[in-house]
């Protein structure tokens, strides 16, 4: 049967699953990553999740970035991220926990209001090491989360879940933001149109490359938002637009069957001879090598 699209993985994929402990669609637990399949050709993740390597090594691509993740290692998956297991070692031991964007958790809505400060940073810099206390306290919120999960006969289950993950994520953001350079911490108006900006970006970059179409949704100038955002992310607002344009071309050529012609199609060229050129001005080669490897 040919690829068509590019396989997606939620948590309603894997919620049954031995070894996998779920709350219904919201939110996943596990801690073996061979019972996730899938994971061997590139996928579009539908969850925010953290990983953490306690043991051993795994090699992963994350938007067509190749991280090597070792012991003390945490990985933050965003939403829409292509991600590839590549390889890891016989003795791995890592903890995956997983948040459906959509959920009813309210706990997106939570790292939305507290994590504007690091938003740009992590989406850049998404893996970052941890010491040893730090590594403890991951853990142990691992443990409590999966002992709490298990515990399906609670009535209170899903309410001690969710506070949980509140603490969880309070302490996330706070270890994240002694990893960043004082530079990337500023708040203010202009990270908030910046991440606007990529927002609106990731949604519609099939159907609009130009700025001016972002500048307009976000009453700014193309000149003005080009710098804003250059100066929150070190991408200007059309690089962050062919960035993500490219990612997608190249995930579908990699993890689908469709043509090159289907490919501009769903891109929205106006044929595959401008696809072509565009794709090989920004990567130095055609599609058709990238695809061959």
Known sequence: MKITK????????IQNIPGVITLGEDFAIFDDLNAIPVLEHPI????????????????????????SIAPGDMILIRPNNILQHISHSDDLSAVFIAMNVHSTLDII????????????????APLIHLNDQERQCV????????????????????????NILRA?????????????PQSNTSK??????????????????REHRDVAYYADKLCLTPKYLSQMVKKATGRTAGQWID????????????????????ISQELNFPNQSFFGKYFKNLTGISPQKYRKG
């Open 6 to 13: 590019i396989p997606q993985l939620g948590i309603r994929f």
């Open 44 to 67: 579009r993740i539908e969850a925010l999740a953290f990983s953490m390597c306690l043991k051993g090594h795994m090699e992963l691509s994350l938007d067509m970035e190749h991280y």
């Open 109 to 124: 809505s939570l790292i939305k209001r507290t994590l504007p400060p690091t938003y740009h940073y992590m989406k850049e």
């Open 139 to 162: 853990s142990e919120y691992y443990r409590l989360l999966k002992t709490k999960a298990a515990a399906t006969d609670n009535p209170m289950r899903r309410e001690i879940i969710v």
């Open 168 to 180: 969880m994520i309070y302490d996330l953001i706070y270890i994240s933001q002694q990893k960043i």
């Open 188 to 205: 203010g108006r202009e990270d908030q149109l910046t991440e606007l900006f990529i927002r609106q970006m990731e949604n519609s970059f």
């Open 243 to 262: 960035y993500r344009v490219i990612l997608e071309a190249k995930t579908l050529l990699q993890a689908t069957d469709m043509t090159v012609q289907q």
